[in-house]
């Protein structure tokens, strides 16, 4: 039986999120919470981690309420929730009136709520706003928590957390502690793939790593990843988790749109898209004066702020964030990487050579803004140190992939097993890329290793080698170290706004006597914390 199913709210395997603990010590003092998560990052599993948590605590009862009822009224939801604590209630109840009859039945102990999908409870009837049921359900709860130190109540939700702040007003909201999910880190991911562990097949390092680069640590893209690993006879191996992430979206285009609603709706507020944007391009800190201009571009009917928006996007499992982003200038925040991330349209037009190294080009700088996610940590004591190398073609393969390129790992090409080879919708002409880590196996090979995989049919080269290191004069000393002598020095191409330190384009004769026309990049990664 597969124990991963990503369909579903209630899976069997888990990991205890970070964010159950001081949820809980919140509501356990009778106060209020409000959960701020992008769909999918594991909200509706953290409010069931609370409520198995709380229902071992002695004379504690909890109640998880999914959803609003299918009529979105004030009256539908208290006699939802009077039904949820078994209380009687006529018509026209307050909360604090059914409170009273529950506690008349349970004299001791404490009560802790927890609502799932409110932005839901923000739609209905909402013009005018003062009319709106989700508010005036939610402000009725907060008056009656605020007078009974016994009860404590917690929402989860996206974007529509800010339509109840902006649009609808709550007083709810305005005492609440918000706490916002973080996607899974390395180590969470691993917890969650023990299952094949068990089974004798745990998932090599690499694996894992290629897992955590496609899905961003996003809670249901890692289980998809599980639950598609799981089926295979021999679960291992990036280049399988690239087929999985491009087929996925291919065949779940509406839940990526809905990762996309969940933190940016253009009828709210595009500030978001616009922020997320930035980021993407910038791959690094970015000035408080760029996110402002972001911000505060007038549309929609959210006005969020660079605060507002930086904890959506970090809680939607979209962006890295640290230090304060109330005082820091420029702020640290990069973007994660994973498929919600990549580029999703190739370059237009421009002959088969052009294309695929502007592609190249666009994934590199994708990998540069998100390079801290490709170290991993190293032995005790050691510093964190860059993914193996077939984690990044993996990386390659998963965003050609997504631009639609065709493509084949460790595929048999001529004299040799090339790391990448792709071709453009069936046609015949091929693309080789090899991989290199500077200073590790055989990196001073790579020219020679990739001319060898060269054949008629071969329209394109490519060498990525990548660095965490500053390497003085690095293309003179890539140039020495690592390509043969010609009397003609190969072009040297030097990008003002590419984190691309340098691409060398050389032309040569195969041992073959075919004409080659091979690309260097030379990329250094930082390590950013």
């Given at each position: 039986?597969?124990?991963?199913?990503?369909?579903?709210?209630?899976?069997?395997?888990?990991?205890?999120?970070?964010?159950?603990?001081?949820?809980?010590?919140?509501?356990?003092?009778?106060?209020?919470?409000?959960?701020?998560?992008?769909?999918?990052?594991?909200?509706?599993?953290?409010?069931?981690?609370?409520?198995?948590?709380?229902?071992?605590?002695?004379?504690?009862?909890?109640?998880?309420?999914?959803?609003?009822?299918?009529?979105?009224?004030?009256?539908?939801?208290?006699?939802?929730?009077?039904?949820?604590?078994?209380?009687?209630?006529?018509?026209?109840?307050?909360?604090?009136?059914?409170?009273?009859?529950?506690?008349?039945?349970?004299?001791?102990?404490?009560?802790?709520?927890?609502?799932?999908?409110?932005?839901?409870?923000?739609?209905?009837?909402?013009?005018?706003?003062?009319?709106?049921?989700?508010?005036?359900?939610?402000?009725?709860?907060?008056?009656?928590?605020?007078?009974?130190?016994?009860?404590?109540?917690?929402?989860?939700?996206?974007?529509?957390?800010?339509?109840?702040?902006?649009?609808?007003?709550?007083?709810?909201?305005?005492?609440?502690?918000?706490?916002?999910?973080?996607?899974?880190?390395?180590?969470?991911?691993?917890?969650?793939?023990?299952?094949?562990?068990?089974?004798?097949?745990?998932?090599?390092?690499?694996?894992?790593?290629?897992?955590?680069?496609?899905?961003?640590?996003?809670?249901?893209?890692?289980t998809f990843g599980l639950e598609?690993?799981?089926?295979?006879?021999?679960?291992?191996?990036?280049?399988?988790?690239?087929?999985?992430?491009?087929?996925?979206?291919?065949?779940?285009?509406?839940?990526?749109?809905?990762?996309?609603r969940s933190f940016s709706d253009?009828?709210?507020?595009?500030?978001?898209?616009?922020?997320?944007?930035?980021?993407?391009?910038?791959?690094?800190?970015?000035?408080?004066?760029?996110?402002?201009?972001?911000?505060?571009?007038?549309?929609?009917?959210?006005?969020?702020?660079?605060?507002?928006?930086?904890?959506?996007?970090?809680?939607?499992?979209?962006?890295?964030?640290?230090?304060?982003?109330?005082?820091?200038?420029?702020?640290?925040?990069?973007?994660?990487?994973?498929?919600?991330?990549?580029?999703?349209?190739?370059?237009?037009?421009?002959?088969?050579?052009?294309?695929?190294?502007?592609?190249?080009?666009?994934?590199?700088?994708?990998?540069?803004?998100?390079?801290?996610?490709?170290?991993?940590?190293?032995?005790?004591?050691?510093?964190?140190?860059?993914?193996?190398?077939?984690?990044?073609?993996?990386?390659?393969?998963?965003?050609?992939?997504?631009?639609?390129?065709?493509?084949?790992?460790?595929?048999?090409?001529?004299?040799?097993?090339?790391?990448?080879?792709?071709?453009?919708?069936?046609?015949?002409?091929?693309?080789?890329?090899?991989?290199?880590?500077?200073?590790?196996?055989?990196?001073?090979?790579?020219?020679?290793?990739?001319?060898?995989?060269?054949?008629?049919?071969?329209?394109?080269?490519?060498?990525?080698?990548?660095?965490?290191?500053?390497?003085?004069?690095?293309?003179?000393?890539?140039?020495?170290?690592?390509?043969?002598?010609?009397?003609?020095?190969?072009?040297?191409?030097?990008?003002?706004?590419?984190?691309?330190?340098?691409?060398?384009?050389?032309?040569?004769?195969?041992?073959?006597?075919?004409?080659?026309?091979?690309?260097?990049?030379?990329?250094?990664?930082?390590?950013?914390?």
């Amino acid at each position: 039986m597969n124990p991963y199913d990503w369909q579903r709210n209630t899976p069997l395997v888990t990991v205890p999120r970070r964010e159950l603990a001081p949820v809980l010590a919140r509501l356990r003092r009778g106060g209020s919470a409000v959960i701020l998560g992008g769909r999918g990052m594991g909200k509706s599993v953290l409010l069931q981690q609370i409520q198995a948590a709380a229902s071992e605590l002695s004379e504690t009862q909890v109640v998880l309420i999914d959803a609003p009822p299918p009529k979105l009224t004030v009256e539908d939801c208290l006699q939802a929730l009077a039904q949820d604590l078994g209380v009687v209630a006529g018509s026209a109840l307050r909360a604090r009136e059914i409170f009273d009859r529950y506690r008349a039945d349970h004299q001791e102990g404490s009560l802790i709520l927890l609502f799932d999908e409110l932005d839901r409870y923000a739609q209905g009837p909402v013009v005018p706003a003062s009319q709106a049921a989700g508010r005036h359900y939610f402000n009725d709860l907060e008056t009656a928590r605020r007078n009974l130190p016994w009860l404590g109540i917690a929402a989860a939700g996206g974007i529509g957390v800010f339509v109840f702040r902006d649009v609808l007003g709550s007083s709810f909201l305005a005492r609440a502690e918000q706490f916002r999910l973080a996607p899974f880190c390395r180590t969470e991911l691993s917890e969650l793939a023990h299952p094949f562990a068990e089974t004798g097949q745990p998932l090599d390092d690499e694996t894992l790593d290629a897992l955590f680069l496609a899905s961003g640590g996003n809670p249901a893209l890692a289980t998809f990843g599980l639950e598609a690993l799981w089926e295979q006879d021999s679960p291992e191996g990036p280049a399988r988790i690239a087929e999985i992430y491009t087929e996925f979206r291919e065949s779940y285009r509406e839940f990526l749109r809905d990762i996309e609603r969940s933190f940016s709706d253009p009828a709210l507020s595009q500030a978001p898209q616009r922020v997320w944007s930035l980021i993407q391009q910038s791959g690094g800190p970015v000035s408080r004066a760029a996110l402002q201009e972001a911000c505060h571009t007038a549309d929609g009917t959210l006005h969020l702020d660079i605060v507002d928006v930086l904890y959506l996007l970090s809680a939607s499992g979209l962006i890295r964030l640290e230090g304060s982003p109330v005082n820091d200038d420029p702020v640290a925040v990069w973007p994660v990487t994973s498929i919600l991330t990549l580029p999703q349209l190739s370059t237009p037009g421009g002959d088969f050579r052009e294309r695929f190294l502007s592609d190249l080009k666009s994934l590199l700088g994708r990998m540069h803004a998100g390079s801290a996610d490709f170290f991993r940590a190293g032995d005790p004591g050691a510093e964190k140190q860059l993914v193996h190398e077939a984690v990044f073609a993996g990386f390659l393969a998963l965003g050609f992939g997504l631009l639609g390129w065709q493509v084949e790992r460790e595929s048999q090409q001529a004299a040799g097993r090339t790391d990448l080879k792709i071709r453009r919708n069936g046609g015949c002409e091929i693309a080789v890329i090899e991989v290199k880590i500077w200073g590790r196996n055989d990196f001073r090979e790579v020219h020679r290793q990739i001319e060898s995989y060269w054949t008629k049919d071969t329209a394109a080269g490519a060498v990525v080698m990548l660095t965490d290191r500053e390497v003085s004069d690095w293309p003179e000393t890539y140039r020495s170290k690592c390509l043969p002598p010609l009397d003609i020095l190969p072009e040297l191409i030097r990008g003002e706004d590419s984190p691309i330190q340098a691409q060398i384009s050389y032309r040569s004769v195969t041992p073959d006597g075919l004409s080659a026309r091979l690309d260097h990049f030379l990329l250094r990664l930082p390590r950013r914390s």
